[in-house]
């Protein structure tokens, strides 16, 4: 090899190596956890809430229907929900990240929650997909299921079953999903209080604690004391199932 071709391929290689170097400062790494986020991707105007985006505490949940885990974490979630429900500073907000690798009725269980919704109806359909989750989430095609529980909260039957069997809200349910993969979402239940996920999954008292002071005019970071568990509280609880993580990457659109 001559001196003139040892040297073409140096040069090559340094700007194989430069270009490499410039695509990772080019492409930033998720954000730290106790990042604040951007608020436009955490709560979107047509996001289903218990409040208003403008309460002083805003809890945002991304989940899956048919996750065991949200299943399990949504006793909790409801509970200390019902403790708050009369106060307009605290607001609960549900976005869709259905795992449709391994939960192939999440999609549709949450064109249910969003069919409902079109009723205004949303937040009881949505109870009663976590509530009843074992009864719906192995059947081959649980649309009839689901429309029995739009006969039980006195949904229009065939507007309901027209909007699920026909997806037509998969549009927004694929909005959430990106919305979370752009947050850093990766797993289910995954919850971010006033921009900041929550680490070590749902404390109901580490929860309440943040919210109580947040409204006292406090700010503290929503994650789990160092050798607290992810549900330990004053009164024992069973632990929630580990957050059950996607198996597959789906681009932010």
């Not at 081959?140 to 039980?152: G, K, L, M």
């Not at 971010?192 to 604690?209: C, D, R, S, T, Y």
Request: charge should be negative.
């Amino acid at each position: 090899m001559t001196k003139e071709a040892k040297i073409l391929i140096t040069i090559a290689g340094l700007v194989l190596i430069g270009g490499g170097l410039l695509a990772v400062f080019a492409n930033p790494q998720p954000q730290e956890p106790s990042a604040s986020v951007d608020p436009q991707s955490l709560i979107r105007e047509d996001s289903h809430m218990t409040q208003t985006a403008q309460a002083k505490v805003n809890i945002v949940e991304f989940g899956d229907f048919q996750c065991p885990a949200c299943g399990q974490a949504h006793p909790y979630v409801k509970s200390l929900l019902e403790e708050y429900k009369d106060n307009a500073d605290v607001n609960f907000v549900f976005r869709n990240f259905p795992l449709d690798a391994i939960h192939p009725n999440a999609h549709i269980a949450a064109e249910a929650a969003e069919a409902a919704g079109k009723q205004g109806k949303y937040w009881e359909m949505h109870d009663l997909l976590f509530e009843r989750q074992e009864q719906w989430s192995t059947a081959t095609d649980p649309i009839d299921i689901f429309v029995s529980y739009a006969q039980e909260i006195g949904l229009n039957e065939g507007e309901f079953k027209t909007g699920v069997s026909q997806r037509l809200f998969s549009d927004v349910i694929t909005a959430d999903y990106n919305d979370g993969v752009a947050l850093g979402v990766n797993s289910t239940p995954t919850f971010f209080i006033n921009g900041q996920k929550l680490e070590g999954g749902f404390n109901p008292a580490v929860v309440k604690e943040k919210i109580d002071q947040i409204l006292s005019g406090q700010d503290v970071e929503a994650s789990v004391p160092d050798g607290q568990s992810a549900m330990e509280t004053e009164q024992p609880v069973p632990a929630v199932a580990e957050p059950e993580t996607n198996t597959e990457t789906v681009p932010a659109s």
